[in-house]
T-cell receptor
Framework: DSGVTQTPKHLITATGQRVTLRCSPRSGDLSVYWYQQSLDQGLQFLIQ???????AKGNILERFSAQQFPDLHSELNLSSLELGDSALYFC????????????FGEGSWLTVV | GDSVTQMEGPVTLSEEAFLTINCTYTATGYPSLFWYVQYPGEGLQLLLK?????DKGSNKGFEATYRKETTSFHLEKGSVQVSDSAVYFCALSEGDMRFGAGTRLTVKP
């Protein structure tokens, strides 16, 4: 158990809908990362937050947004969902903003039908 | 920008064979380097890491040495087991963490 908690574990929704994925980082970790893992594109970095502020942005679509709240939990919002958004979404956390080990949650499986 | 390139899989080996998974990186500064492992149905777990040139990370019989001159961080294990079957990711961090595409390893008895 990494200490990173993600909910829900599985989610099935229809195209055009909106979903929210939630992440609670390890106790004491200030940095949260979101990744998307799909069969054809591997592990893609989406976005990083550090202590509530956006720190780095990767290949995140405009239909997707995220935020980190004062209690340090984070949410990833996915809207206008398409079939191609079906993937495993991972949250990870670390103590510092860079250079150190990050710890992954077990992921949220999103299936868009 | 920073990136990682690792050998494509899948890799299939017999038990007790020697394993090498190549990883090279591109970075503007001096990143920390990592190997993560993902077992079926699970999230990624840290396998080993190195934070500066010539450092060797090791864990569970796996090793990798941070080679600045060749910008490489190859993963090796002298004798693989069936339980090592997983997907292995090389990664670097100068800010956010960037991952390679992953290499699927299957070890057969």
């Amino acid at each position: 158990d990494s200490g990173v908690t993600q909910t829900p574990k599985h989610l099935i929704t229809a195209t055009g809908q909106r979903v929210t994925l939630r992440c609670s980082p390890r106790s004491g970790d200030l940095s949260v990362y979101w990744y998307q893992q799909s069969l054809d594109q591997g592990l893609q970095f989406l976005i990083q937050y550090y202590n509530g502020e956006e720190r780095a942005k990767g290949n995140i679509l405009e239909r997707f947004s995220a935020q980190q709240f004062p209690d340090l939990h984070s949410e990833l919002n996915l809207s206008s969902l398409e079939l191609g958004d079906s993937a495993l979404y991972f949250c990870a956390s670390s103590v510092q903003v860079s250079g150190n080990t990050i710890y992954f949650g077990e992921g949220s499986w999103l299936t868009v039908v | 920008g920073d990136s990682v390139t690792q050998m494509e899989g899948p890799v299939t080996l017999s038990e007790e064979a020697f394993l090498t998974i190549n990883c090279t990186y591109t970075a503007t500064g001096y990143p920390s380097l990592f190997w993560y492992v993902q077992y079926p149905g699970e999230g990624l777990q840290l396998l080993l890491k190195a934070t500066k040139a010539d450092d060797k990370g090791s864990n569970k019989g796996f090793e990798a040495t941070y080679r600045k001159e060749t910008t490489s961080f190859h993963l090796e294990k002298g004798s693989v087991q069936v339980s090592d079957s997983a997907v292995y990711f090389c990664a670097l961090s100068e800010g956010d963490m960037r991952f390679g595409a992953g290499t699927r390893l299957t070890v057969k008895p």
